[in-house]
């Protein structure tokens, strides 16, 4: 089956150590995206990518860092630089960046990431 | 800016009762629509989107959504709810412009008592 992997579900961690969440997609997807969500405000674009080895900072890119040296995986590390890290941590991807109407993303389960 | 208000942030209903969820985008250009459901501790799941065509759009699990381009609204409704659609929905919109992502309103929370 084709979809978004998220590993792992739940994640804890201390303050003060970078911690790295996983994001793979077998969906054959060019873009790829990260978002936070937090209670009551909706999902926040943290960084997104429309092709391997290129990406772009998204509305709350401060602390986090990403890569993306293959099509199918995107990681995001949350840095000890993100002053509340704690949150609900969301992947996703599409066949590409707001060009089409074809082009709406596909979600991963999240990772929760706890941080104490 | 471009923006999409989700009016509630939470909405009660009665099991079998309609479930009314609004949604509006600021926008001269008609954009593309969607609205996802969130489980507890989920994914977002796509309902149903507008492309172009047809306004009034069908979607998963009875809902549908209806594109009213003179009011700038994308209003989710389904005639009869199930306490199985408890669950948050978000609107989101995109604006057919290279390099944008989808933007998101903040949710709305359903809750369907029996």
């Known amino acids: 089956d084709g979809g978004i992997t998220q590993s792992p579900k739940y994640l804890f961690r201390k303050e003060g150590q970078n911690v790295t969440l996983s994001c793979e997609q077998n969906?054959?997807?060019?873009?790829m995206y990260w978002y936070r969500q937090d209670p009551g405000q909706g999902l926040r674009l943290i960084y997104y990518s429309q092709i391997v080895n290129d990406f772009q900072k998204g509305d709350i890119a401060e602390g986090y860092s990403v890569s993306r040296e293959k099509k199918e995986s995107f990681p995001l590390t949350v840095t000890s630089a993100q002053k509340n890290p704690t949150a609900f941590y969301l992947c996703?991807?599409?066949?590409?960046?707001?060009?089409?109407?074809?082009?709406?993303?596909?979600f991963g389960p999240g990772t929760r990431l706890t941080v104490t | 800016a471009q923006s999409v208000t989700q009016l509630g942030s939470h909405v009660s209903v009665s099991e079998g009762a309609l479930v009314l969820l609004r949604c509006n985008y600021s926008s001269s250009v008609p954009p593309y629509l969607f609205w996802y459901v969130q489980y507890p501790n989920q994914g977002l799941q796509l309902l149903l989107k507008y492309t172009t065509g047809a306004t009034l759009v069908k979607g998963i699990n009875g809902f549908e959504a209806e594109f009213k381009k003179s009011e700038t609204s994308f209003h989710l409704t389904k005639p009869s709810a199930h306490m199985s659609d408890a669950a948050e929905y978000f609107c989101?919109?995109?604006?057919?412009?290279?390099?944008?992502?989808?933007?998101f309103g903040k949710g709305t929370t359903l809750s369907v008592s029996s």
């Open positions: 989101a919109v995109s604006y057919n412009q290279a390099g944008t992502a989808l933007i």
């Open positions: 996703a991807s599409s066949m590409g960046v707001g060009t089409g109407p074809s082009y709406e993303q596909y």
């Open positions: 969906l054959n997807h060019d873009a």
